[in-house]
Structure formats: structure tokens, C-alpha cells
């Protein structure tokens, strides 16, 4: 075909066209799906709002209402503050980890001091029977002891780390004696070093109220990770397995070890069983007289020692 008749064939330009809008949007596309991912990277997800987003979406589509237990949870504490009027002591919110109950630290404890005095005892109790339900058996709960920047140097707490320290888990063992899990629980000293707000102004002068705010007691409940809970039950199968095993080793009876039985070539002649040192017949048998050592079998002694084998 010439050159000629290759320049008369038509080319369909609108196929082209279409081939590299395609192209193009794709590259679009991508950089779009590229851009909102690194968006949702940086962001922090509220446990609550995306359990309540899910939770419409899951009712509009299935026609069944899906359970929330941190909506839940947080409603529960919030009516309970609200009986006891401690609004003003006691905050309950959510953030990117889950659900956060602060309670003034003059509402459970008095000043330096870490055992729970009466006053806020009961609505800890009722916090502690919520968090207790079986719905929310699989949320870890960590309790934070905070302080303010004021110096404590007593016999019992040197400083501000053992005070935060023991103040949470004072309200740790009270969790444990209400029947939580230790597998749940955790406690945390964190002394002064993360204030809500400033305990100075800039020009270092002491601000009361900010201080007051700063001392505070931070029970944290937020889901346990996939990674968490295999860890734990994997801890818990060899364990059992471990006490599984020592049970059968003391119930099993002790077995003889079987003897192998000698080869052939190691089986002693019948001179060499006669030897003296080797057998070692019974003088006291029926109707046999011990021979003295030295004797042989009748022999001549030039005799023996020829078949003895071995160098001499």
C-alpha cells in the first residue's frame, strides 16, 4: 500500500477524543482520592458522633436500631450527675479515644490526702455500677491522677508523682471491689505535668482558680483493640494449657524405662563369663559349692590363657 493510499484512509478523531478524557478524569480521580485520604489521616474521629453517623446509617438501611454503647454510656452518666447535682464537679465528654469522666479532685479526696472521703464516694459507686454493665464489657477504663504545680513533701508522698499516683489507685481498688475485671483496669500518675490550664500568668504570678481545675481525677473508657483482646486470650489458652499439662503429668504413672536389649557382638563368651570378677555366683545356693577364686573350669592353665582373647 502506498503512501498515498494511506493518507486516504479516514481516522476517527472521536474515539481519540474520548479515550483521552478518560484519561484525564482518571488522573483527577486519583488525586482527589489521594488528597481526602491524607485529609482523613489528620483528622480525629469523635468515637461518639461516628457511632451515632453509623448507627443512622445502619437504621435507614437495615430498618433495625443498632446498638450504641458510648451514646449510651454517656447518657447513663450524664442522668447520674444530674441526680446528684454535681454538675459543677463532675464533666462527662468524648474525644478521640472515647468517653471522659472528670471529677474535681476535692470532690473525692481532701487535701493531701489519697483516701476516698465520703462526700464523693457515692456518685464514684454509681459511675463504677454503669461502666460495670455487661454491654460494655469489652471497653478497657484507665483511671489519670492529676495535681497542681504546688510542691507536696510529706512522709507518705514525697512528691506530686506519689500523691496522683496513689490517689488514682485508690479509686482503682474501688473499681476492683465492685466487681471490674482487672484485665480492664489501669491506673496513672501524672503529677503536674498535663494542666487543663495554666497554673501561672505570665508574669509567674500563682492563679488560684486555674489550679483548683488542674487538681483532678480522669477515668477514661474507650475500646479495647482487636489486638489487645487476642493478646490477653492468647495469654490465657497457654495458661490453661500449662495447668492442663501439669495436672497430667501428676495423675500419669511413673513407666520403667524399657532395656535394650544387648547385641551380639557385645555378648560375653561362655569363658569370659567364668572369669573371675565378672559373675558373681550366690555361695548359698542349694546344692552348689563356691568355688575359691583363682580355680578354672579343669583346664591347664597354658590352655587358658591361649584362648583368652585380646593382647596379653
Known amino acids: 500500500m502506498s503512501e498515498d493510499q494511506l493518507a486516504r484512509i479516514p481516522v476517527d478523531e472521536g474515539e481519540a477524543g474520548v479515550d483521552d478524557w478518560q484519561i ?16 482523613f489521616s489528620m483528622s480525629t474521629i469523635d468515637p461518639a458522633k461516628f457511632e451515632m453517623t453509623t448507627a443512622a446509617l445502619t437504621e435507614q438501611i437495615s430498618g433495625e436500631k443498632p446498638l450504641m454503647p458510648i451514646a449510651e454510656v454517656i447518657a447513663e452518666l450524664r442522668a447520674a450527675v444530674q441526680r446528684n447535682k454535681l454538675e459543677e464537679e463532675v464533666t462527662i465528654s468524648s474525644d478521640g479515644s472515647g468517653v471522659v469522666i472528670e471529677f474535681a479532685s476535692s470532690l473525692l479526696f481532701d487535701s493531701a490526702r489519697a483516701e476516698l472521703n465520703p462526700r464523693g464516694r457515692p456518685i464514684l459507686e454509681e459511675t463504677i455500677r454503669i461502666l460495670a454493665n455487661l454491654k460494655y464489657e469489652r471497653y478497657g477504663i484507665e483511671v489519670e491522677g492529676h495535681t497542681d504545680d504546688v510542691p507536696i513533701r510529706t512522709l507518705a508522698f514525697p512528691s506530686n508523682w506519689e500523691l496522683s499516683a496513689a490517689r488514682a489507685s485508690s479509686v482503682i481498688r474501688l473499681f476492683i471491689e465492685n466487681g471490674i475485671h482487672i484485665k480492664r483496669l489501669r491506673a496513672t500518675g501524672y503529677a503536674y505535668t498535663l494542666p487543663k490550664l495554666p497554673n501561672r500568668d505570665p508574669q509567674g504570678k500563682s492563679l488560684p482558680e486555674n489550679r483548683a481545675s488542674n487538681r483532678r481525677i480522669v477515668i477514661r473508657m ?26 497430667r503429668t501428676l495423675e500419669s504413672p511413673i513407666e520403667p524405662h524399657p532395656t535394650q536389649p544387648i547385641p551380639p557382638e557385645l555378648e560375653l563368651d561362655s569363658d569370659m563369663k567364668a572369669a573371675p570378677g565378672l559373675e558373681n555366683p550366690s555361695p548359698s545356693a542349694p546344692g552348689r559349692e563356691a568355688k575359691p577364686p583363682g580355680r578354672g573350669n579343669g583346664r591347664p592353665k597354658q590352655q587358658r590363657e591361649s584362648e583368652r582373647p585380646g593382647p596379653r
Do not use: H, I, K
Not at 24 to 39: A, N, Q
Not at 222 to 247: C, D, F, K, M, W
Open 24 to 39: 484525564t478524569y482518571g488522573d483527577m480521580v486519583t488525586l482527589l482520592l489521594c488528597f481526602f485520604v491524607l485529609l
Open 222 to 247: 474507650y475500646p479495647q483493640t482487636y489486638r489487645t483482646l487476642s493478646t490477653e486470650l492468647r495469654a490465657e489458652v497457654e495458661r490453661l494449657n500449662l495447668l492442663r499439662g501439669s495436672e
